[in-house]
């Protein structure tokens, strides 16, 4: 989900730019995901013939059309952050 949110607030956006928006993932992981959701058909991959080589990601319509769901989620886990973290066990 953070990658579809990093990528809905450009219309194109680099490798390394997801990864600056996403400091903890590591490049495996950031790799996989992005090859994942692009076999999803959520993403689109789009290579330029540069030295050095330019890539850039982009969502696709399916993914546009994801996007007002994980933004509706996002709103719901911010409006009952404290209601579900007061059912929580202490220390676990």
């Known amino acids: 989900m953070l990658i579809l949110c990093v990528l809905s607030e450009n219309d194109a956006t680099r490798f390394n730019e997801i990864g600056k928006a996403i400091p903890d993932i590591s490049p495996k992981v950031l790799t996989d995901t992005l090859k994942s ?24 319509e399916l993914g546009k059309s994801l996007m007002p769901h994980i933004e509706s989620l996002i709103v719901w886990a911010l409006d009952n952050f404290e209601a579900v973290s007061g059912t929580r066990i202490p220390g676990e």
């Not at 789009?46 to 030295?51: A, F, N, R």
């Open 37 to 60: 959701l692009e076999a999803d058909g959520l993403i689109s991959r789009k290579m330029y013939s540069e030295i050095p080589p330019k890539v850039e990601y982009s969502l696709t």
